[in-house]
């Protein structure tokens, strides 16, 4: 479960996975340089070109795959981007999992939020 952007995110079912909701916050690209790290910051700008987003809801949805990553306590720390799709959810891969993202408004907040959800197709679960 994660706690954010005013709401709560919960995802239940068999293998492993975890969620992360996060609210769009603006930041410099160096303060996203400096809370990302130097590979998810390149990632950053590679999902920001390949969705026409902005650079703060594609740092934030690397920020939300990587929270969920931690959850699971994989020490992969690298992501992947898989597909960014015309319907607004992007992909990534970090070791066997996949974390899917999207960018959504939430009823009572003043902007956009980042929902992500880790799952793991080695784990044999429905989803």
Known sequence: ASHGAGVTLAVAGSG???CDIEAVAARSDQDWA???GPEPAAL???VARETGESGDAAGTRIWSALECVRKTGSLVQALTLDSAAPDGWVHFSAGGARVSTWVTSIAGQPGPAVLAVLTDPRE???G
């Open 44 to 46: 950053r700008d590679l």
């Open 16 to 18: 492993t996975l975890a």
């Open 124 to 126: 044999g679960h429905d």
């Open 34 to 36: 400096d809370l990302l």
